[in-house]
């Protein structure tokens, strides 16, 4: 599978994703994953920020109330629409255009920046995104992305749980198995049930790779790295829901900052 087809089923999902997004359903990114990406970035108060498939721009948003004036970028055509519908609505001066990010359309040395949320592990063609995301950035400037976490999102995986229900450990497997485009379907799970049988389901292609092969990546495209976090959601967080219990148990996000020299 390459980025165009990958690309194409991420535009079949746009317009459900976000419409329930919307509505409060990704309670991952709202409670736990993005809160900790913002506590551990740097301050970007008037600085040039490209976020790499910003999707319909949630968290784009964010860091341009932050100060940043912010590029996003995403290839599904779709997603980009929601986003500048958005933007109409709630001026931020947000520029969003359709692109590829292993082919960026922008010259060297141009973004303070970069940003990718949960978008880094759907790209087919990941090390030339990491290239461009590196050739694209100033020097001294940054580079932070979530991923799903690579040690525990591997192509098998299970929760175990006690006689309660709450999860107390989980079973991986295949962890050196790459997976490259294996499509998964599925839905928010904080959705309700008979909800999720009626909304029609996420086809998400399936990328794996180690947690080396991760870290590879970036020193091989010359960036310094700089900061790790794995978000987990707090006690409270998961006494309103429940069914976030799990991640308390092993992380289900990695987080990482890499820094282009001086």
């Known amino acids: 599978m390459d980025n165009k087809e990958a690309g194409r089923m991420w535009n079949d999902n746009a317009d459900v994703w976000t419409e329930l997004s919307r509505a409060g359903y990704d309670v991952c990114r709202d409670l736990f994953n993005t809160p900790t990406f913002l506590d551990i970035l740097p301050d970007i108060d008037g600085l040039e920020g490209l976020d790499i498939g ?7 948003r964010l860091l341009a109330r932050r100060g940043a004036r912010m590029t996003g970028i995403d290839i599904s055509e779709r997603f980009i629409e929601h986003a500048r519908a958005e933007e109409e609505r709630e001026t931020l001066w947000i520029s969003y255009r ?10 060297r040395e141009t973004f ?6 949960m978008s880094m592990m759907d790209i087919p063609e990941v090390e030339r995104a990491v290239s461009e ?15 799903s976490h690579p040690c ?15 999860a107390y450990a989980f079973e991986i497997g295949s962890y050196f198995e790459s997976l490259h485009g294996e499509v998964e379907e599925w ?7 008979e909800q999720q049988e009626q909304v029609r389901k996420f086809r998400v292609p399936r990328f794996t790779r180690t947690f080396s092969e991760w870290l590879n990546l970036l020193i091989d495209a010359g960036f310094t790295l700089e900061r790790f976090a794995e978000p987990r959601p707090s ?6 829901h429940p069914n976030l219990q799990a991640a308390q148990v092993f992380p289900f996000f ?3 900052r890499a820094r282009k020299p001086s």
Request: overall charge negative; aromatic content about 14%; proline content about 6%.
């Open 98 to 107: 359709v692109a590829d990010a292993a082919s960026l359309p922008y010259p």
């Open 152 to 166: 525990f999102d591997t192509p098998h995986r299970k929760k175990l749980r006690d006689e309660q229900g709450k």
């Open 235 to 240: 006690d409270d967080v998961v006494s309103e």
């Open 254 to 256: 990695l987080i990482v």
């Open 187 to 193: 839905t928010f799970g904080a959705l309700p049930t």
């Open 112 to 117: 303070d920046f970069a940003t990718a949320f």
């Open 133 to 147: 995301a590196y050739r694209v950035l100033k020097r001294g400037g940054f580079f932070q992305f979530s991923i």
């Open 54 to 60: 910003c999707g319909e721009g949630h968290n784009t």
